[in-house]
């Protein structure tokens, strides 16, 4: 039997240069395998494992430097050459009697391949049994560095579970073996990820620091996958600077990144969903310009952008954002992850509701979860619960049909974000799920609010005073619901109690009017012809009251005059006060 030989340029002989049907795997191959990822030599290192065909074909358990090469293999699929499907092809070989007579160091590198594949369908509780054994065992024996692959990847597997204190504590281990014995290049991936766990703790500050010093130690080198994944960790701290379009130019740059590496697409499925998600807070951000666009700028003299300029921008922009998800979810289906896969119909829900079209909204939400629930993914089960919150608490605000039953559902969805929230260090998704069980406590329906009031102090928790974000916005959107309703109550206390103030009778009559049309006003979709129907008053007192408080134009002519809908397919129709439907009102002729 001939042995594979290893020149100093390459891992391993070409196929067809070897004559042998079951290749010995030289302990120099699995050396320099692993001397390239130290020293993040990507290219190199997949160029040797393409000329190790034979050895993948006819592998053999028993084979000396076999579970070596496997646990070294395993490290390079997850680098990015190769599906899982080919590391646990390999770990079949392995049955009951040849796993009985594994060596202790054996037995670790079979564990750590089992672990990674694991990890790499998501099944992250399996995952990390199997690093508890690896690492258990590779203290045991000092076995330095399978300990710094076991706690990198450990410290990955606890933070998509939203348990960053116990993946920082790993993540500050792997970095500190690897850096004892020299490895700086290696440690980049572990400050990116580093970078990530300080981030989602709200550490924006130390995240950036840790960014800058990996993307330094990895500038020189061949790693695109690493190199991508600081690019779009930029992106989101961009995102959450409120930066948009300089967010989207650091995915854009991942994804360069990305596709010169034939062997990692799920990276480019990723930046895209990020980038979908910044979007999709432009394309808020310019809702909310839209519908406070004056009504007569033009007559007005007033510069800018016409109102009809901006429905299409946002038009557009809705329609690139559809693009993206849906390109990111055929790459999801092609190199699967489920978790991929929940995120595009988590965005894809929350761009429907923001065009107010509820019943795909729901779809979506619906769908996120159940991808969710089949990894027990709590994190993106809670954001899933959390849009179903907000879908169901939109059909209340607008009345849909069945709105009683919408209104119950809108609090078990909302529960059910809360607990599993709970079961996550993950900041922002419990700063939602409080703010908008409270939105949902103090809806129209429920009217609880103290309970309310209860939730918004736990959100506030959790909130970053620094950011004013759309999580600040439904907060503030909260706390104003609970504000108006606090200094209502005490009005008309006093008033009960015989406490008027010297006022007179018609003067106490205008207080109240005060109080209650520009209430009516709301839930009547703003029309003061159904206000004044509904009170059995004149629509000239209704629009008297209204423009006193600031909240109609004093044109009396203009104020219930019907509107023509702008050119905007696409665009939503009202939602209450999650959505006001966008229109150009008929020129006054």
């Known amino acids: 039997m001939t042995t594979v030989v290893l020149l100093e340029s390459d891992a391993a002989m070409p196929e ?3 004559s042998s049907s079951q290749p010995l795997i030289p302990e120099k191959l699995v050396a320099i395998l692993k001397s390239d990822i130290d020293s993040r030599r990507i290219e190199d290192g997949m160029h040797r494992l393409a000329s190790c065909g034979k050895i993948f074909e006819s592998f053999d358990p028993s084979a000396e430097n076999a ?6 293999l395993a490290q390079w699929c997850d680098i990015g050459y190769g599906e899982p499907e080919l590391v646990k092809r390999l770990i079949a070989t392995y049955g009951r009697k040849s796993r009985l007579k594994l060596t202790v ?4 590198h079979v564990h750590l391949a089992e672990g990674m594949v694991a990890m790499a369908e998501e099944m992250l509780d399996t995952a ?15 076995a330095w560095d399978v300990t710094a692959v076991v706690c990198h990847w450990m410290a990955r597997c606890q933070r998509k579970k939203g348990q960053y204190e116990s993946a920082l504590k790993y993540i500050t281990r792997a970095r500190e073996v690897q850096q004892a014995h020299g490895h700086v290049q290696n440690e980049g991936p572990a400050r990116v990820l580093e970078c990530l766990i300080f981030f989602e703790r709200g550490d924006r500050k130390h995240a950036v620091n840790k960014l800058r010093e990996a993307e330094t130690i990895l500038s ?4 695109h996958i690493t190199l991508g994944n600081i690019q779009t960790t930029y992106g989101r701290i961009l995102q959450r600077e409120l930066r948009y379009g300089q967010a989207i130019k650091h995915y854009e740059k991942a994804i360069q990144h990305f596709q010169k590496c034939e062997w990692k697409f799920g990276n480019i499925g990723r930046a895209l969903v990020d980038m979908s998600f910044t979007r999709l807070l432009m394309a808020r951000h310019l809702r909310q310009t839209i519908e406070a666009f004056p009504e007569r700028t033009q007559k007005s003299g007033r510069k800018g952008p016409t109102r009809a ?28 992850s489920v978790r991929g896969i929940g995120r595009v119909h988590l965005i894809r829900g929350h761009l429907y509701l923001e065009r107010g079209e509820l019943n795909l909204a729901a779809e979506e939400g619906t769908n996120a979860y159940h991808s969710a629930e089949s990894r027990q993914d709590r994190i993106l089960m809670g954001s899933a619960r959390n849009l179903q919150c907000m879908v169901e608490n939109a059909s209340v605000e607008e009345e849909v049909e069945g709105w009683a039953s919408h209104a119950v559902a809108s609090q078990d969805y ?16 419990l700063a939602s799920a409080y703010t908008w069980y409270g939105l949902t406590l103090s809806n129209a329906f429920f009217n609880q609010r103290d309970r309310a009031r209860e939730a918004m102090d736990r959100a506030a928790e959790y909130l970053e005073s620094s950011v004013r974000d759309h999580l600040w916005e439904d907060f503030q959107r909260l706390r104003k619901r609970l504000m108006e309703d606090s200094a209502l109550e005490p009005k008309l206390l006093q008033w009960a109690s015989g406490e008027i103030g010297g006022k007179s009778f018609r003067q106490l009559g205008e207080d109240f009017a ?19 129907a509904r009170l059995t008053i004149s629509s000239r007192k209704v629009r008297r009251v209204l423009v006193r408080l600031g909240l109609l134009e004093a044109e009396p002519h203009l104020a219930d005059e019907p509107s023509k809908s702008v050119e905007n397919k696409g665009l939503p129709r009202s939602r209450g006060r999650v959505r006001t439907i966008i229109k150009l009102r008929a020129p006054h002729r």
Do not use: C, M
């Open 67 to 72: 579970a070596a090469f496997l646990g070294t």
């Open 220 to 223: 020189g080198t061949d790693d």
């Open 105 to 108: 160091s054996d037995y670790i």
């Open 514 to 532: 005060d109080l209650v049309i520009p209430r009516i006003w709301i839930q009547e979709k703003k029309k003061v012809s159904r206000v004044a």
């Open 16 to 18: 067809s240069q070897s």
């Open 128 to 142: 990390i049994d199997h690093f508890d054994i690896v690492q258990k065992l590779a203290n045991d024996i000092s």
């Open 414 to 429: 909302a529960r059910d974000a809360v607990e599993l929230a709970s079961d996550t260090q993950d900041r922002r998704l």
């Open 309 to 336: 300029a901006l429905v299409k921008e946002l038009s557009n922009l809705h329609q690139i954002i559809f693009t993206d998800l849906d390109r990111a979810g055929e790459i999801y289906k092609e190199h699967l």
